[in-house]
């Protein structure tokens, strides 16, 4: 409660400003307090202490408003009443007699309304700054009010009720945005130069986002964000993105766009590093324009660039987790982001294999010699993409129509035999005690290793095709597990090589190996037997034909195998050695590498899972599993079955032998 100043009181005041004496006196006074060095406040400050709770100044603080009296603000208040008079001036008024330019801008200001649903009076200078212990700069030229700038915006942006009356247009969560911030976090541990709300809003002038005179207006941002951030500022503006926002493009991206508003984060936040931090930006930001159909058609701005590198290598690998192939910052640079007829641009001609030589050494000339975003989906491109998008057509038609004849195969095959077995003539390994052997060890570990090293190979090989798939999801979660990736392919990869290089040796040096290859070479009587198996399938021919030591069947799986193998190691090592192999031959060979071997896995994979699984597992003859790959044996009750003339043969051979 305020005390009551008393009449006897206010007449000795007012008889001491118009008596001479007293007013020798008054001087005499003032002049001691006002040189005395434990003097901090004025005779008229004292009279006003005795009854309003004003805290006294700290004889150490360096005040604003030191040697200013009550009345030099208050300067409406009568003290000819008891009680004087009551102020009506606002602070804001108050304040403007001194400090016109603020004023003015204040009253042009967001906060510069009237009343609102959220407070009765417009904000007012005494809400922000205080009333009357108002601190200069220290001798750093640091304010004390800076320290105090996110706390007091708290006030109002961190509350409930602001977002109600604002109809939630307003978040409280952005108080809370900043201070997890890499601004926030920074102001909160002493360092007073980041960026606090008044750097971007401004401290006075704060208008609405959409005035384009705000700081935070989309033409105005980059200049704002440039006040510390001068460097990139400057690189900004001789981007594409700058050029365009100039010109009225307003959907052309400023820093926000891509960094984000309050929820800017430290690229090397929490466990990210800072390369996955950066695509982090790059994947959330470019790829929310550039994939956007209406905008390419609006703005001619090139279309599919995005889908074109995200199903690239570098972009498959990048969404496995890998952190060392390039993304669209790699090569078009962040800030700086020019078109690729800029001399000046990164993707210039006459500047890819310096940009792609920051990944790739051994950059050539060829780096630059063909087309970089391939679409692989129109006829009507560029001779590149005719080439690929041929390859890619014959390669779909090729596995359609040898999938769906192997299909076909199988299924005929299966209902046959499953009549069989309903009537009981089907042949089961259990019923016989003879064996013969059909793989020895030699030809058994060959398997093994061509078994182990596929599976890992297709494994592996989708898992960078298919990067978000459940089954991939041990790459994803694994730290460095897009590099394990490609580290088990490329082992396995050597695997069957190795594989490859044996079987050439066991084929070509051994009697066995010669025996085998002459066996399963390709004669007349396969294409007779293949016509006669289908006749009989489809129920022309009683009788299925009769078979040696391999069938039609078989030697086909053979030769696919052995192409496969070759067309699958030839490629593999152009995409392995990337960088020799553009030494000597243009990028289109490194496209249609990649396109050959993405497509000859799907046609030996489906090959595998149709053609072979069907013949070990899924055969009624041998189901549950045809265990010669392990045993290498096989009963004599299939011989009789499968493999009539080599039977033939070997009961001949054992009789002469046994002859003599």
């Not at 209406?294 to 701005?301: A, G, M, P, T, W």
């Not at 078009?332 to 920051?358: A, R």
Request: hydrophobic share 40%.
């Amino acid at each position: 409660m305020k005390r009551r100043v008393n009449k006897n009181r206010i007449a000795d005041f007012e008889k001491r400003k118009i008596d001479f004496e007293s007013i020798l006196i008054l001087s005499s006074f003032l002049l001691f307090f006002f040189f005395s060095p434990f003097s901090v406040i004025s005779a008229d400050e004292i009279l006003c202490i005795e009854c309003h709770d004003i805290p006294e100044k700290d004889k150490n603080m360096n005040y604003v408003h030191r040697g200013i009296d009550c009345v030099d603000c208050h300067s409406d208040i009568s003290f000819s009443e008891d009680p004087h008079t009551r102020s009506k001036l606002s602070s804001r008024q108050i304040c403007g007699n001194c400090h016109t330019r603020e004023y003015e801008l204040l009253q042009k200001s967001v906060h510069g309304k009237k009343k609102s649903a959220f407070k009765s009076y417009a904000l007012e200078c005494s809400d922000c700054h205080g009333n009357h212990l108002i601190i200069k700069e220290d001798e750093k030229k640091v304010s004390a009010m800076r320290v105090k700038i996110p706390s007091i915006c708290a006030e109002c942006h961190n509350s409930v009720k602001f977002v109600e009356v604002s109809g939630g247009v307003y978040s409280r969560k952005v108080y809370v945005q900043y201070e997890n911030s890499v601004h926030g976090e920074s102001f909160g541990k002493g360092v007073l130069a980041a960026a606090i709300c008044t750097d971007c809003h401004g401290a006075h002038n704060i208008r609405n986002p959409a005035d384009y005179k705000s700081t935070v207006a989309r033409n105005s941002i980059a200049q704002t964000c440039g006040n510390c951030h001068y460097g990139i500022f400057i690189k900004y503006k001789k981007s594409i993105h700058y050029a365009a926002l100039q010109k009225g493009i307003s959907r052309s991206p400023v820093c926000t766009d891509c960094h984000g508003i309050h929820t800017i984060t430290s690229i090397e936040n929490g466990s990210d590093s800072v390369i996955d931090a950066e695509r982090k930006i790059v994947f959330d930001s470019c790829v929310r324009c550039h994939d956007d159909v209406r905008l390419s058609k609006e703005y001619q701005v090139a279309p599919q660039r995005v889908s074109s590198y995200l199903q690239s290598y570098h972009g498959l690998a990048a969404r496995q987790g890998e952190t060392t192939v390039a993304d669209c910052g790699s090569c078009h640079g962040v800030h700086m982001v020019l078109p690729s007829s800029n001399p000046e641009s990164y993707v210039n001609k006459n500047n890819l294999s310096t940009t792609c030589g920051k990944c790739h050494p051994k950059a050539s000339e060829n780096f630059a010699s063909g087309v970089i975003h391939i679409t692989k989906t129109q006829s009507g491109g560029n001779d590149s993409e005719k080439i690929l998008f041929y390859i890619k057509w014959i390669y779909i038609f090729l596995i359609i129509v040898t999938i769906s004849g192997m299909f076909i195969h199988n299924f005929l095959d299966f209902i046959q035999k499953m009549k069989l077995h309903f009537q009981g003539k089907l042949h089961s390994e259990k019923r016989s005690e003879v064996f013969y052997e059909r793989l020895n060890l030699n030809e058994r570990i060959q398997h093994f290793f061509l078994l182990i090293s596929f599976i890992f190979l297709v494994v592996t090989g989708f898992a960078l095709v298919f990067p978000d798939s459940w089954w991939t999801l041990p790459f994803r979660i694994i730290e460095g597990g897009a590099s394990l990736r490609g580290l088990i392919h490329r082992i396995a990869a050597v695997f069957l090589m190795g594989t490859a290089l044996y079987h050439i040796y066991f084929i070509t040096a051994t009697e066995r190996g010669r025996f085998e290859l002459r066996s399963m070479l390709p004669s007349d009587k396969d294409l007779k037997d293949m016509l006669a198996n289908f006749a009989f399938l489809i129920g022309l021919k009683n009788e299925k034909p009769k078979y040696d030591r391999f069938n039609y069947i078989e030697k086909s799986e053979y030769w696919a195998l052995i192409w496969g193998t070759a067309v699958m190691v030839i490629t593999g090592l152009i995409l392995w050695f990337e960088e020799e192999t553009l030494l000597f031959f243009p990028k289109i060979v490194i496209d249609i590498a990649e396109l050959v071997h993405y497509y000859e896995a799907w046609l030996a994979t489906l090959a595998i899972i149709v053609w072979h699984i069907y013949y070990v597992v899924l055969n009624p003859s041998v189901y549950p599993m045809n265990w010669c790959w392990l045993t290498g044996k096989i009963s004599l009750d299939e011989m009789k079955e499968e493999h009539p003339i080599e039977l033939e043969k070997r009961e001949e051979l054992i009789h002469i032998q046994e002859t003599g």
